[in-house]
C-alpha cells in the first residue's frame, strides 16, 4: 500500500521568510512518481512538480525549490522569500507504476503569509 | 486552451437522493479521473477511466459509478445519497495513463442534507 504523509499541518510565516514544506511517503514499488500540487481557496489543484524515482537531483523553478532524498523517502518543498499570494494548501502524492497514474495525496498542509 | 471544465460548481441534495456530476477533459486528453475531497483531507481516487473503459477504481462502495463518453468528457454517480458523501468532487484529465500529471478542475461542491 501507498501512503503519504505530512506532519505539518498549519504554517503560518512572515512575508519574504522562507518556509519549508515536508513530505514523507511509503511505497513498495521500486518505480513511482512524486507531485506537489497547490490548492487555493478556489479549491482548484494547481500542478506544481513531478518527479521519478530514479531521478534524485535537486529542482529549482523561480522561488520554488523540491529536495528529493530516496534514502529517507522525502520530497520536500521549499518556497524561498515567500509572497502573500503563496497562501494555499499544499499536497504532496504519489503514484505507482501500477496505479495507471492514480494519486495517493497526503493531508495537506495549510500555508498562511501574512504581510 | 479551456482547462477541466466541472458541472455544476455547487449542489445540495437530500438524504437518498441521487446525483450525477460531469466533467470535461482538457482538449487532448483520453484520460478523467475523480477524486473525493472531504474537509480537511487530501483528495481520495475514486475512479479512473482511459478511452471510455475503467482503468481503476478506488476503495467507494458500489453506490459509485462512472462512464466516460466518445468525446472523451466524463459522468460520475452517486446513488442513496449518504451525509458522508458530502465533499468536494475534482475531476482531473491527462494525456494518457502512466504517470503523466493530472490537471484539475475546480470541483463540484456536494452537500447532502
Known amino acids: 500500500a501507498q501512503k503519504v504523509t505530512q506532519a505539518q499541518t498549519e504554517i503560518s510565516v512572515v512575508e519574504k521568510e522562507d518556509v519549508t514544506l515536508d513530505c514523507v511517503y511509503e511505497?513498495?514499488?521500486?518505480?513511482?512518481?512524486l507531485f506537489w500540487y497547490k490548492q487555493p481557496p478556489s479549491g482548484e489543484l494547481v500542478f506544481l512538480i513531478r518527479r521519478n524515482s530514479f531521478d534524485e537531483q535537486n529542482e529549482i523553478s523561480g522561488r520554488y525549490s523540491w529536495n528529493f532524498q530516496k534514502s529517507t523517502s522525502s520530497f520536500n518543498f521549499t518556497i524561498t522569500a515567500s509572497q502573500v499570494v503563496d497562501s494555499a494548501v499544499y499536497f504532496c502524492a504519489l503514484s505507482g507504476i501500477s496505479g495507471y497514474s492514480t494519486l495517493t495525496f497526503g493531508k495537506g498542509t495549510m500555508l498562511l503569509v501574512s504581510p | 486552451d479551456a482547462g477541466v471544465t466541472q458541472s455544476p460548481t455547487h449542489l445540495i441534495k437530500t438524504r437518498g437522493q441521487h446525483v450525477t456530476l460531469r466533467c470535461s477533459p482538457i482538449?487532448?486528453?483520453?484520460?478523467v479521473s475523480w477524486y473525493q475531497q472531504v474537509l480537511g483531507q487530501g483528495p481520495q481516487f475514486i475512479f479512473q477511466?482511459?478511452?471510455?473503459?475503467?482503468?481503476g477504481r478506488g476503495n467507494f462502495p458500489d453506490r459509485f459509478s462512472a462512464r466516460q463518453f466518445p468525446n472523451y468528457s466524463s459522468e460520475l454517480n452517486v446513488n442513496a445519497l449518504l451525509l458522508g458523501d458530502s465533499a468536494l468532487y475534482l475531476c482531473a484529465s491527462s494525456f494518457g495513463v502512466g504517470n503523466q500529471p493530472q490537471h484539475f478542475g475546480d470541483g463540484t461542491r456536494l452537500s447532502i442534507l
Open positions: 482538449s487532448g486528453h483520453k484520460s
Open positions: 511505497t513498495r514499488d521500486t518505480t513511482y512518481y
Open positions: 477511466y482511459y478511452e471510455k473503459e475503467e482503468r
